[in-house]
């Protein structure tokens, strides 16, 4: 990329110089294909040119030449040619900045609307009604206050907190308010409708709309958050007041690759590992941790601090009690009969009680109930309710035991299941 022309001039023109004259400005790496060339200098002259200078490199393929004199290079400095580079005599090169970073003014209605030329020659776009508190940092190329799809006349205004920090070809669309020291990624859209606290997270490729995160959020790369489904209407539980914001309690790790749809409310401190699927009209309570590849279904209640392992799916209207388990691979469905006509109005999921732990690799039929503090053994198939602290095991899972009966193999606990407060052991 090349640096940015002299103020008074958009037109530079590229010329070698000496280099004890080139060290007398800021260093940048150039790289020079054709001829093996290590680091170089740049440097200022009249007129804004720029000099290049280039050292060859002492270990050049057999048969290679080293170069006798410096390179002229001749550029126009055009936001094109400080992107895509240039040629030197037929040499491919790149000037890159030290810093990919660059420092941001605080915004006015002056020099808004437009591309600012900024250190380094990269240079960021900020539309009208955008607020920057201090010390914020934009990354080269993006851009603030993006008017959003049908947004016409006067934008709304747009509030990036201090201490901000924006990577990138980011996009904040018109109307976004982002609290103190936000980290934004490169490459992240953040729609119009968002609003984020204070020391939140956002990674790299990341799509926010209709989003709400509350303060220290940590949303790793390629993360969308607040998909509108394409059948919202078509469930007999969405009435018109459809409002498709998801809401995320602060402390909250959402982890790569993770995808959740509209109207999703998760609490405080809910972790999830990386690939997870969250469909609309779902609820999700404190302390809550969802595994690598799970899928949680729209319309899905779960309570606090509930574990879902990796590789679960929670189908459609499921209840998770909470402090309930369900362990790796296990399946929850909701239909008895599939493709039937009236499959939709009559799903029902299965409701897993408070405690309740279902093992590995079980399948939960519908409108089956898992007791409080029950145990299902792994690879059953619960076709029918188990009763409250009972063990169930086999296809089709069977109650055999009271789970205050379990003794721990290994000697390190006498029972590893006691009764609640207020609950006996039958």
Known sequence: MFPAPHPTSRTGTGRAWPSS??????????????????????????????????????????????????????????????????KARGAAFDIVPRSSIMPARPSSAASIGKERDVIGGETYTVYPGVVLGKDVRIGPYAVLGLPGEGQEGELP??????????????????????????????GTVIGGDVVIGDGCTVGAGCHLDHVRLAEGVEVQDLVVLGILPLDKYDYHQVGADWEPVVEVGAGSVIRSHTSIYAKVRIGPRFNCGHGVRIRECTTIGEGTTVGTNSQVDGFVTIGKGVLIHTNVHICQFAILEDESYVTAGSVLTNTPHPRCPLAKPCMKGPVIRRGAKVAANVVVGPYV????????????AAMKDVPAGQVAVGVPAKPIKSVYELTCPFGWIEHPYTPREGRSEG
């Open 369 to 380: 109930e898992i007791g409080e503090d029950a145990l299902v053994g792994a690879g059953a």
């Open 157 to 186: 205004q747009t509030v990036i907190g201090d201490g901000a920090r924006i990577g990138a070809h980011a996009v904040i669309e018109a109307g976004a308010r982002i609290g103190k020291g936000f980290r934004c990624g490169h």
């Open 21 to 86: 004259r080139s060290r007398r400005v800021r260093r940048a790496r150039v790289r020079l294909a054709n001829h093996q060339c290590r680091s170089s200098a740049i440097s200022r002259g009249r007129d804004g040119w720029y000099g290049v200078s280039v050292m060859a490199s002492p270990d050049l393929p057999q048969g290679w030449r080293k170069p006798r004199r410096l390179l002229e290079a001749h550029f126009t400095p055009s936001p094109f040619q400080r992107k895509m580079g240039g």
